[in-house]
């Protein structure tokens, strides 16, 4: 018989064999001992995964500088310390501007990204091909959910624009991430556009929808849209970004699970992307209007976002808890398995620190 789940409600199966109480919790307990550890050694791969994904990020960051030097200088600097020297003495107009910080980002995410599906697909024995696959109608599901998202967003953004300005009235500086572009050039808009708008969704979704609701969803629908929307939120490494990318993600994430597709979440993360970039890229590409076409958008948005919120939400949150697979262990007890395995522990850790040393590096 199969104990791997379900709520058995006090009751015991007796069967021709005289299928006992006690039989029957050795049983649920062996289930329980299996799924956790199945459920570890899927944790400890997310975990690694998020932490080498990171790790990749500072090693290809470094490399940039290296390559950057290479390209502007015509020297090779093997010191990362000597590149960044050069081009802060010798080539600041260059990095202070959109263009360079674009391609940068542009660049070691690409990179980063495909490193790690190599080592996913290929080391890890992660499969994610069911989750990339493009189903009838997923265009059109993540154009339906794009006002609620996006409305979410506004709310949240706004919640969270007058705990900055307190926290600005109390003397202390919250930090946010500055996407506004500097140096005006069509190469600079061109490149932030496809980083923004195009690579930077597809690689998030990849990872933080992709990766994680494949290593945990078999152990829980729910519990998979809870730390995709939570990994989420943490990565941006700063309050502002991380509130309303928690709050956007929870949908996001409860989509992918819902179709098993990060197709719909691909189209709806790229709106969200080009409708935060729409006044930045239009001021930059000398577009005068780009204000008041924002303006105008987000009100409609707003009018059709509330009626998401209303409408959509519940049907969404019951047909994903009807997906749900039986599990032996408690949701409370899957959660702690996965916030107390070691590799997610040093993530949290390492993300905790970035958090903080941008509120100390921002309050100096």
């Not at 790790?55 to 600097?77: E, P």
């Not at 499969?127 to 996006?150: A, E, H, N, V």
């Not at 197709?263 to 935060?276: D, G, Q, S």
Request: glycine fraction near 10%; hydrophobic fraction near 50%.
């Amino acid at each position: 018989m199969n104990f791997y789940g379900g709520n058995y409600g006090g009751g015991y199966y007796r069967g021709g064999g005289g299928y006992s109480p006690q039989d029957y919790r050795a049983d649920l307990m062996a289930a329980r001992a299996n799924e956790k550890k199945a459920l570890g050694k899927n944790a400890a791969k997310l975990g690694g995964l998020l932490l080498i994904y990171n790790a990749l990020n500072r090693v290809y960051l470094n490399l940039f500088y290296i390559l950057s030097v290479l390209f502007l200088d015509g020297n090779l600097v093997l010191s990362v310390n000597g590149a960044k020297k050069i081009l802060k003495e010798d080539y600041s107009d260059v990095i202070n501007g959109s263009g360079f910080s674009m391609t940068g980002n542009l660049l070691i995410v690409s990179a980063s990204a495909i490193t790690i599906v190599i080592i996913a697909v290929c080391l890890m024995k992660i499969d994610i091909s069911s989750m990339l696959k493009p189903y009838k109608g997923s265009f059109k599901q993540g154009i339906r959910w794009i006002p609620t998202c996006l409305t979410l967003n506004i709310l949240i953004g706004i919640v969270v624009a007058i705990f900055v300005q307190y926290m600005s009235q109390s003397g202390v500086t919250v930090p946010e991430v500055d996407f506004s572009i500097t140096s005006p050039s069509n190469y600079a808009v061109i490149v932030q556009f496809v980083y923004v708008c195009v690579i930077g969704p597809f690689v998030e979704e990849l990872i933080y929808r992709g990766f994680i609701i494949k290593l945990l969803s078999p152990f829980g629908k729910g519990m998979a849209v809870f730390f995709s929307a939570f990994i989420f939120g943490i990565m941006h490494e700063n309050i502002p970004q991380a509130a309303s990318a928690f709050a956007g993600a929870l949908i996001y994430a409860a989509v992918a699970v819902r179709y098993n597709s990060i197709a719909p979440t691909i189209v709806m993360h790229i709106a969200n992307n080009l409708l935060a970039s729409l006044t930045d890229i239009g001021t930059a590409a000398g577009w005068a209007g780009a204000d008041r076409v924002y303006m105008a958008i987000q009100i409609v948005i707003l009018f059709i976002g509330f009626y998401g919120i209303i409408v959509m939400i519940r049907p969404l949150t019951r047909e994903v808890a009807q997906s749900e697979p039986a599990c032996a262990m408690k949701k409370n007890e899957r959660i702690a398995a996965v916030f107390t395995n070691g590799l997610m522990i040093l993530y949290f850790i390492y993300i905790l620190w970035q958090f903080i040393e941008s509120f100390l590096a921002a309050n100096a």
